[in-house]
Nanobody, 118 residues
Framework: VQLVESGGGLVQPGGSLRLSCAASGLDFANYVLSWFRQAPGKERELVAHIGTAVDATNYADSVQGRFIISRDNARNTGYLQMNNLKPEDTALYYC????????????WGQGTQVTVSS
Protein backbone atom coordinates (compact mmCIF):
# COMPACT_ATOMS: atom_id res chain seq x y z
CA VAL A 1 0.00 0.00 0.00
CA GLN A 2 1.26 3.44 -0.88
CA LEU A 3 0.00 6.98 -0.44
CA VAL A 4 2.08 9.47 -2.40
CA GLU A 5 1.55 13.19 -1.92
CA SER A 6 2.54 15.82 -4.45
CA GLY A 7 1.87 19.45 -5.23
CA GLY A 8 3.63 21.17 -2.37
CA GLY A 9 5.99 24.07 -2.82
CA LEU A 10 6.73 27.70 -2.07
CA VAL A 11 3.91 30.19 -2.53
CA GLN A 12 3.33 33.81 -1.58
CA PRO A 13 0.67 34.77 0.96
CA GLY A 14 -2.72 34.86 -0.73
CA GLY A 15 -1.68 32.27 -3.27
CA SER A 16 -3.04 28.80 -3.95
CA LEU A 17 -1.75 25.26 -4.17
CA ARG A 18 -3.40 21.95 -4.93
CA LEU A 19 -2.09 18.88 -3.16
CA SER A 20 -2.69 15.40 -4.53
CA CYS A 21 -2.60 12.03 -2.78
CA ALA A 22 -2.24 9.07 -5.13
CA ALA A 23 -3.19 5.77 -3.52
CA SER A 24 -2.25 2.28 -4.63
CA GLY A 25 -2.65 -1.20 -3.22
CA LEU A 26 -5.91 -0.53 -1.38
CA ASP A 27 -9.61 -0.34 -2.10
CA PHE A 28 -9.54 3.44 -2.13
CA ALA A 29 -13.29 3.98 -2.32
CA ASN A 30 -13.70 2.29 1.09
CA TYR A 31 -11.23 4.50 2.89
CA VAL A 32 -11.87 7.74 4.72
CA LEU A 33 -9.27 10.20 3.48
CA SER A 34 -7.74 12.96 5.58
CA TRP A 35 -5.06 15.60 5.31
CA PHE A 36 -2.93 16.40 8.33
CA ARG A 37 -0.14 18.92 8.71
CA GLN A 38 2.76 19.43 11.05
CA ALA A 39 4.70 22.64 11.45
CA PRO A 40 8.16 22.70 13.09
CA GLY A 41 7.86 22.45 16.85
CA LYS A 42 4.14 21.77 16.73
CA GLU A 43 1.96 18.70 16.95
CA ARG A 44 0.44 17.13 13.88
CA GLU A 45 -3.07 18.46 13.33
CA LEU A 46 -6.05 17.39 11.27
CA VAL A 47 -6.74 19.80 8.43
CA ALA A 48 -9.67 18.15 6.65
CA HIS A 49 -11.24 14.82 5.97
CA ILE A 50 -13.67 13.35 3.49
CA GLY A 51 -15.73 10.25 3.91
CA THR A 52 -16.41 7.60 1.36
CA ALA A 53 -19.36 9.71 0.28
CA VAL A 54 -17.76 12.64 -1.49
CA ASP A 55 -20.02 15.19 0.16
CA ALA A 56 -19.10 14.14 3.70
CA THR A 57 -16.38 16.65 4.47
CA ASN A 58 -15.10 18.36 7.57
CA TYR A 59 -12.48 21.05 8.14
CA ALA A 60 -10.40 22.53 10.89
CA ASP A 61 -11.60 25.99 11.88
CA SER A 62 -8.29 27.47 10.75
CA VAL A 63 -8.84 26.42 7.11
CA GLN A 64 -12.63 26.52 6.84
CA GLY A 65 -13.64 28.55 3.80
CA ARG A 66 -10.13 28.49 2.30
CA PHE A 67 -9.37 24.80 1.75
CA ILE A 68 -11.41 22.23 -0.15
CA ILE A 69 -10.91 18.50 0.18
CA SER A 70 -12.10 16.21 -2.60
CA ARG A 71 -11.55 12.74 -3.99
CA ASP A 72 -11.75 10.92 -7.30
CA ASN A 73 -12.33 7.27 -6.54
CA ALA A 74 -11.97 6.32 -10.20
CA ARG A 75 -8.41 7.70 -10.13
CA ASN A 76 -7.63 6.51 -6.56
CA THR A 77 -6.63 10.07 -5.77
CA GLY A 78 -7.47 12.62 -3.13
CA TYR A 79 -6.94 16.36 -3.33
CA LEU A 80 -6.60 19.37 -1.10
CA GLN A 81 -7.19 22.70 -2.80
CA MET A 82 -5.66 25.42 -0.68
CA ASN A 83 -6.62 29.03 -1.38
CA ASN A 84 -5.72 32.33 0.25
CA LEU A 85 -2.72 30.73 1.88
CA LYS A 86 -1.23 32.31 4.98
CA PRO A 87 2.26 32.02 6.49
CA GLU A 88 0.75 29.99 9.33
CA ASP A 89 -0.24 27.34 6.79
CA THR A 90 3.44 26.51 6.36
CA ALA A 91 3.88 22.85 7.30
CA LEU A 92 4.55 19.36 6.08
CA TYR A 93 1.23 18.04 4.77
CA TYR A 94 0.40 14.36 5.07
CA CYS A 95 -2.23 12.22 3.42
CA UNK A 96 -3.94 9.68 5.70
CA UNK A 97 -6.35 6.86 4.88
CA UNK A 98 -8.33 4.64 7.25
CA UNK A 99 -10.57 1.79 6.22
CA UNK A 100 -14.24 2.54 6.80
CA UNK A 101 -15.03 -0.88 8.27
CA UNK A 102 -11.68 -1.88 9.79
CA UNK A 103 -10.11 1.06 11.57
CA UNK A 104 -6.92 -0.90 12.16
CA UNK A 105 -6.08 -0.45 8.49
CA UNK A 106 -4.40 2.95 8.57
CA UNK A 107 -1.92 4.37 6.08
CA TRP A 108 0.14 7.54 5.87
CA GLY A 109 1.96 9.21 3.04
CA GLN A 110 5.48 10.57 3.34
CA GLY A 111 4.39 14.20 3.29
CA THR A 112 4.79 17.20 1.01
CA GLN A 113 6.17 20.54 2.15
CA VAL A 114 4.10 23.70 1.84
CA THR A 115 5.85 26.98 2.53
CA VAL A 116 3.96 30.26 2.47
CA SER A 117 6.31 33.22 2.44
CA SER A 118 6.91 36.48 0.66
Amino acid sequence: VQLVESGGGLVQPGGSLRLSCAASGLDFANYVLSWFRQAPGKERELVAHIGTAVDATNYADSVQGRFIISRDNARNTGYLQMNNLKPEDTALYYCHAVNLLNHRLIYWGQGTQVTVSS
